[in-house]
């Protein structure tokens, strides 16, 4: 059996984590990792050198600068600029290695704010974006058209895809700078080790949102990574080749914050605090396309949800910072 070797950039981070465990499990895989410290991702120098120096067959581009909204508004100019040249070093240095295959990893912040739902590859540069996270959605953005502009160019196999909401192992628990989750994760624990008799969750609780488990997430990305390109192209477009990766099936804030409750054993009272931001009512992706091309996911939410509380009980003292 051949041995192809993949490169894994961002593998400490949840997603990239995700795809390494999966791939680890691969008989025909070698997996290319690189710790930050060793190699700075923004820089070019270091990028081209570092693919030069190894051989390497597939790139799977799972590294990114992320954060919750408070953080995006804080740090707008770090987003774009580190999400812009991380791809950029990786996706130039990997096409002059003639690296033939590229995954790079969106999101869905990409489309416009008032997209109508469920989300739709053809709604990408329909509309204005969310303005707490334009930065890093232009960066990303500029990530899909740098894969189609290598592909257009230089007939290169690079590929996008788009995730929902993804929350699992390895998550970010930090108390203001995480998605609402984790965040609801670490606050329900907390919540029920020191006997707090409610739990105050921001808005009405109306919303909708949709959430993917992670290591369905990797799973997706490698499913989309090995489609034949024949089949790929036959449902996508040279000028709108991403893929959304999610469920298709979304909650109330509400009902995602009950079964949290339920997953980590708080019996409290769960309080809406309506005087706090809802945020966008509805925020689901259209799946059709990646359905089309033969893949589901596979955890519901409340799966999803005892497996990472699993992985945060393990680790608690880790993360209490």
């Known amino acids: 059996m051949a041995t192809k070797n993949v490169y894994v950039a961002g593998h400490k981070g949840m997603v990239g984590s995700a795809i390494c465990r999966l791939l680890s499990s691969r008989a025909d895989v070698n997996l290319i990792t690189q710790d930050r410290h060793a190699l700075d991702l923004t820089n070019q120098s270091e990028v081209h050198s570092f693919f030069k120096a190894n051989k390497i067959d597939e790139v799977y581009l799972a590294a990114a600068k992320v954060g919750g909204i408070q953080a995006n508004n804080n740090f707008p100019a770090e987003f774009i600029y580190q999400n812009l040249m991380i791809e950029c070093n990786i ?3 990997a096409h002059l290695a003639n690296i033939q295959k590229l995954l790079f990893l969106g999101s869905s912040c990409i489309y416009p704010k008032f997209a109508s739902q469920p989300m739709n590859e053809s709604e990408l540069l329909t509309g204005t974006l969310e303005p707490t996270n334009e930065p890093y959605a232009i960066a990303k953005i500029a990530g899909i058209k740098l894969c189609e502009s290598y592909n257009r160019q230089y007939q290169r196999d690079y590929r996008s895809v788009m995730p929902t909401n993804l929350f699992g192992i390895n998550d970010n628990f930090h108390p203001e700078n995480s998605h609402v989750i ?6 329900f624990h907390f919540a029920k080790i020191n006997s707090d008799p409610e739990v105050i969750v921001w808005g009405s609780g109306a ?9 369905d997430m990797a799973a997706g990305s490698v499913h989309v990574m090995e489609l034949e390109p024949q089949v790929y192209n036959k449902y996508t477009e040279p000028m709108l080749s991403h893929i ?5 099936v979304d909650c109330t804030i509400r009902e995602m914050a009950e079964i949290m409750a339920k997953v980590t054993g708080y019996k409290g009272k769960i309080v809406f605090d309506t005087a706090k931001p809802d945020g966008a009512p509805r925020k689901l992706l259209d799946v059709s396309r990646l359905n089309k091309l033969g893949w589901s996911y596979k955890y519901s939410l409340q799966e999803g949800l005892e497996l990472t509380y699993q992985w945060f009980l393990q680790n608690v003292n880790d993360i209490r910072s």
Request: charged fraction near 25%; hydrophobic fraction near 35%.
């Open 207 to 215: 919303p909708k949102r949709e959430f993917l488990y992670v290591d």
């Open 91 to 93: 996706i130039h240095s």
């Open 182 to 187: 984790p965040a609801l994760m670490r606050r």
């Open 244 to 248: 959304n990766i999610g469920t298709g």
